[in-house]
């Protein structure tokens, strides 16, 4: 059972995503889990979530919560963690340094691997050397034969070392997934740091160990790793270590090709939260970043994308990330909910991230869903709609009066059609106050009167704009209707206050 050889293809295929919590999950980091879970998931294999936190100054709780709650919220689940724990833990690295100490003193004491005391003086002058001599710059390899004596004597008088790996002159050769055949000759790498010091391991070395004693069959990950696939092989061969499988995703790139950055929109996964993305659009969004289905269809929830996926479909060429894309999935997967559900999730959205949390406990579900319904086709992600219905949940409208004019009208002229429609609302009954009678009362009254017949926004735009305090808002039918009668005639008041 210890030999991944002999147990891997029994259980199906172990995937991983092995992020580093020294930043807040990324959208690329979310990608390359989302299609290991899925690829692992696909083929009744197990998705582990290891945490590298190896580099202490960098590694932080809050960081590592974030990648938590992040998959967590994409509903991206691991079987195994740090949190929930696994037959192959502990799954954070810091806990995992005396498994790193025995495989980096049996390298030493095989003599594939040793201790290095070059300065970084020493250092720069060798890779200064190699560059005028026309050679790629590596590691001189000047410490390789000190001998044994000389090491125990450096060690004992605390002299500053490192490990290094001894890079066999050889060529590897792999097979990619993705990206097929990859070889590279391992001369041109030279004697990597595998180590600071026995206790202090380096990424390439404990992420062999680890992938192994995790028994990982299949490494996922972005293609800014595939310099490191060799370095690893090659550390896998010198402990005995059985090889897995490799895949390389396509980077994620902004739409000028370049690499993805905030600029392009790119942000941690929280963050898309915060704006009123739903996890399933983004889900479906990230898993067509450099996968395609069979078909041309694009929607697809997780069911569906662990039915469809495979890595056969997964590019090679770099993937542009596009807002206005996920924008589209968004405003279809909002769309597509029903209104019960929307006003669920926009409630607890807008108690969550909107300042007017306090307010919103006065306006029923009912109040809300008509609310959601009108602006529904107007907004991409739910805080367009904190900026776009705020009027609704807001008492008093801060408006300058010039917005109550239409064209030339004068203010007295203003003044005269807000008290105009206060007495056409005035005649509506209650129960009646509906947007189809509110239109068709006041349509009658625009056609009875010469002043408005020609131009009915001498009317409605100034009701609109003392209803809605907005330039641009839906239409003051629809909004007099949820705002009830009385609250509408109230701010006609207030509007008629201000002129
Ligand atoms: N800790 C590495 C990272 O965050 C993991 C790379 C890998 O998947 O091997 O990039």
Request: some cysteine.
């Given at each position: 059972m210890d030999d991944p050889k002999t147990s891997q293809s029994l259980f199906g295929p172990r995937a991983r995503i092995a992020p580093s919590?020294?930043?807040?999950?990324h959208i690329g980091t979310a990608r390359t889990a989302l299609f290991n879970f899925l690829f692992a998931r696909k083929h009744g294999g197990q998705f582990i979530l290891r945490i590298e936190d190896t580099d202490p100054k960098r590694s932080k709780k809050e960081y590592e919560e974030n990648i938590y709650e992040g998959l967590k919220w994409l509903g991206?689940?691991?079987?195994?963690?740090?949190?929930?724990?696994?037959?192959?833990?502990?799954?954070?690295?810091?806990?995992?340094v005396d498994i790193y100490e025995k495989y980096l003193r049996q390298l030493l004491d095989e003599n594939k691997a040793y201790y290095c005391f070059c300065t970084p003086e020493e250092l720069e002058a060798q890779r200064r050397d190699m560059i005028s001599r026309g050679l790629p710059p590596?590691?001189?390899?000047?410490?390789?034969?000190?001998p044994p004596e000389t090491v125990k004597q450096y060690l004992a008088q605390g002299k500053h070392s490192v490990i290094r790996f001894k890079m066999p002159p050889k060529e590897v050769k792999f097979h990619d997934l993705i990206r097929g055949e990859i070889k590279v000759d391992l001369n041109l790498i030279?004697?990597?740091?595998?180590?600071?010091?026995l206790r202090e391991p380096l990424y390439n070395f404990s992420v062999v160990i680890d992938d192994y004693l995790m028994k990982i069959t299949h490494i996922i990950r972005g293609e800014d790793h595939i310099s490191n696939t060799p370095k690893q092989i090659a550390i896998q061969e010198a402990l005995g270590l059985p090889r897995p499988i490799y895949a390389h995703l396509p980077m994620i790139l902004g739409p000028d090709r370049s690499?993805?950055?905030?600029?392009?929109?790119?942000?941690?996964v929280t963050e898309y939260r915060k704006m009123g993305y739903l996890p399933e659009a983004i889900v479906n969004f990230i898993a067509l970043l450099g996968w395609h289905p069979a078909s041309d269809r694009e929607i697809f929830n997780m069911e569906e994308l662990i039915k469809e996926f495979?890595?056969?479909?997964?590019?090679k060429s770099g993937a542009v990330f596009n807002v206005n894309k996920l924008n589209w999935f968004n405003s279809q997967y909002l769309r597509h909910l029903s209104l019960d559900k929307l006003t669920k999730i926009v409630r607890e959205y807008l108690q969550k991230y909107s300042d007017k949390a306090e307010l919103l406990?006065?306006?029923?579900d009912e109040y809300l869903r008509k609310v959601i319904e009108i602006e529904l086709t107007r907004i991409n992600k739910l805080s367009d709609l904190i900026v776009l219905s705020d009027f609704f949940f807001e008492k008093n409208l801060r408006y300058s009066?010039?917005?109550?004019?239409?064209?030339?009208?004068?203010l007295a002229e203003v003044k005269q059609s807000l008290q105009d429609s206060a007495k056409v609302l005035q005649q509506i009954n209650q129960k009646d106050f509906l947007r189809s009678n509110i239109q068709v009362k006041l349509f009658e009254f625009i056609e009875k009167s010469p002043q408005y017949r020609g131009d009915k926004g001498r009317l409605l735009w100034p009701l609109r704009v003392a209803l809605?305090?907005?330039?641009?808002?839906?239409?003051p039918f629809e909004i007099a209707e949820i705002l009830g009668k009385k609250e509408t005639l109230r701010r006609i008041e207030v509007a008629l206050k201000k002129i």
């Open positions: 919590p020294t930043g807040y999950l991206i689940m691991w079987d195994e963690g740090p949190d929930i724990g696994g037959d192959y833990g502990p799954y954070r690295q810091s806990e995992r590596k590691y001189s390899g000047k410490c390789r034969h000190l030279g004697d990597i740091v595998i180590a600071r010091n690499k993805l950055s905030k600029r392009h929109g790119a942000m941690p495979s890595l056969k479909r997964v590019q406990k006065e306006y029923s009066p010039d917005l109550l004019v239409w064209r030339d009208m004068t809605s305090g907005k330039k641009a808002s839906p239409s």
